[in-house]
T-cell receptor, first 118, second 114 residues
Framework: AQKVTQAQTEISVVEKEDVTLDCVYE???????LFWYKQPPSGELVFLIR??????QNEISGRYSWNFQKSTSSFNFTITASQVVDSAVYFC???????????????FGQGTELSVKP | EAGVTQSPTHLIKTRGQQATLRCSPI?????VYWYQQALGLGLQFLLW???????NRGNFPPRFSGRQFPNYSSELNVNALELEDSALYLC?????????????FGSGTRLTVV
C-alpha cells in the first residue's frame, strides 16, 4: 500500500535557524512522483516542488532545498535561515504513475506544522 | 492568470441537508480533483474528474458525488450531511495525466455541519 509518513507533527524554531522536515514514503510502483506543499493559515495548498522517481538529484530553490534518497525512501525538505513567513503546515505527498485512468490521486502525509518565532 | 477558484468560502448546513460546493479550474486545465481535509484525518482524496467523466474515486460513501461541466468547472455534492462531514474541502486542477506537472489548489470551502 502507498503511504506517506511525516513523523514530525510540530516543529518550533527561532528565526534564522535551519530546519529540516522529514518525509518517508512507501510504494510498490517504480514510477512515482513526490511533492511538497505549503498550507498557510488561509488554507490554500501552495505547490513547492515535484520530483519524479527517476530523478534523485537534490534541488535548491533560494532558501529551500530538497534531499531525495530512494535507498531510504525519503524526500526531506530543508529551509535555511527560516523566517516568520515560513510558518505554515507543510505536506509531503506521493502520486503513483501518471498513466491515464490511474492518475489523480495524491496521498498526503499528516503534515508538519512549522512555527518560526521572531 | 486566475488560479483555482472555489465557492462559497464558508458554508454552514444542518445535519441531513445537502451541500453543493463549486470549483473553477485554471484555464486550460481539464482535470479537477476534490480533497477533504478533516480535523485529525489529514487530506483525503475524494474524486477526480476529467473531460466530464469521473475517473477515480476515494474511499467515501456514495452520498459524496459530483460532476464536471463542459467548461471543466466542477461541483461537489454532499447529501444527507453528517456532523463528521465538517471539513475543509479543497479543489485542485491540472492538465490531464500523463501531462500533469503539478496540482494547483484553490483556497477551499469550509463546510460546517451543525
Amino acid at each position: 500500500a502507498q503511504k506517506v509518513t511525516q513523523a514530525q507533527t510540530e516543529i518550533s524554531v527561532v528565526e534564522k535557524e535551519d530546519v529540516t522536515l522529514d518525509c518517508v514514503y512507501e510504494t510498490r510502483d517504480t514510477t512515482y512522483y513526490l511533492f511538497w506543499y505549503k498550507q498557510p493559515p488561509s488554507g490554500e495548498l501552495v505547490f513547492l516542488i515535484r520530483r519524479n522517481s527517476f530523478d534523485e538529484q537534490n534541488e535548491i530553490s533560494g532558501r529551500y532545498s530538497w534531499n531525495f534518497q530512494k535507498s531510504t525512501s525519503s524526500f526531506n525538505f530543508t529551509i535555511t535561515a527560516s523566517q516568520v513567513v515560513d510558518s505554515a503546515v507543510y505536506f509531503c505527498a506521493l502520486s503513483e504513475t501518471m498513466i491515464y485512468n490511474q492518475g489523480g490521486k495524491l496521498i498526503f502525509g499528516q503534515g508538519t506544522e512549522l512555527s518560526v518565532k521572531p | 492568470e486566475a488560479g483555482v477558484t472555489q465557492s462559497p468560502t464558508h458554508l454552514i448546513k444542518t445535519r441531513g441537508q445537502q451541500a453543493t460546493l463549486r470549483c473553477s479550474p485554471i484555464s486550460g486545465h481539464t482535470s479537477v480533483y476534490w480533497y477533504q481535509q478533516a480535523l485529525g484525518l489529514g487530506l483525503q482524496f475524494l474524486l477526480w474528474y476529467d473531460e466530464g467523466e469521473e475517473r477515480n474515486r476515494g474511499n467515501f460513501p456514495p452520498r459524496f458525488s459530483g460532476r464536471q461541466f463542459p467548461n471543466y468547472s466542477s461541483e461537489l455534492n454532499v447529501n444527507a450531511l453528517e456532523l463528521e462531514d465538517s471539513a475543509l474541502y479543497l479543489c485542485a486542477s491540472s492538465l490531464a495525466p500523463p501531462y500533469s506537472y503539478g496540482y494547483t489548489f484553490g483556497s477551499g470551502t469550509r463546510l460546517t455541519v451543525v
